[in-house]
């Protein structure tokens, strides 16, 4: 009886793994640009989903970018806003200081296994960290469902002013050192 429980459990894990469904993005390249640099995303909806009106992908904590230079495949939007959006259920990471880059969809619904597009912007620098992103779609089954995700991808290294505040207490720190070899030196 035992043994039939087991392989009972080990069928529905696999079903639920299966069934597992999610809008992936991945960084494709960085590539000179003039002065800057143009990051690639490319993104996809795995099997048993879809994407259809409202939903949307968002790359946490990206950081300073070039306005308006967001290119992206028909059907799609892109906004920027310093906390979120968030599909519900998951927790990503989110630094309040930092940008954040949603892409929304609102065309014809894309059912996958699919590749979505390459999504597109400048930033000063190509230096690589990793962040997270997170990403909501809706179950191709035909229930509406929703299913969110979240992961981590390669984005910009933050910029000197971001940095700004941890090279400030690096200073203060140093500039407190200095100090008291200054005066080490004044009584010796």
């Known amino acids: 009886m035992g043994k039939k429980y087991f392989l009972g459990a080990i069928a529905l894990g696999a079903m639920i793994l299966a069934a597992h469904a999610d809008i992936i993005p991945t960084l494709s390249n960085v590539m000179p640009s003039g002065s800057n640099f143009q990051w690639n995303y490319a993104s996809n909806v795995t099997v ?3 994407v259809t009106t409202g939903d949307f992908f968002t790359i946490y904590d990206f950081g300073v970018f070039v306005p308006r230079s967001n290119t992206q495949p028909a059907g799609w939007t892109f906004s920027s806003l310093l906390k979120g959006v968030t599909p519900g259920q998951v927790s990503p990471t ?3 200081t930092i940008p954040n880059l949603t892409w929304t969809y609102a065309g014809t619904p894309i059912s996958g296994s699919a590749a979505l597009g390459t999504f597109s912007l400048l930033s000063d620098t190509n230096q690589l960290r990793t962040a997270d992103f997170a990403a ?4 191709s089954d035909g229930s509406g469902t929703k299913i969110n995700n979240v992961g981590t991808v390669s984005v910009p290294v933050p910029e000197v002013s971001a940095l700004a505040p941890i090279i400030g207490i690096c ?3 140093m500039i407190g050192f ?7 030196r004044q009584i010796a």
């Open 48 to 50: 048993n989903q879809m």
């Open 94 to 96: 989110d630094n309040p």
């Open 136 to 139: 909501q779609g809706t179950r």
């Open 171 to 173: 200073g203060l720190g």
């Open 178 to 184: 200095a100090t008291s070899i200054l005066r080490r």
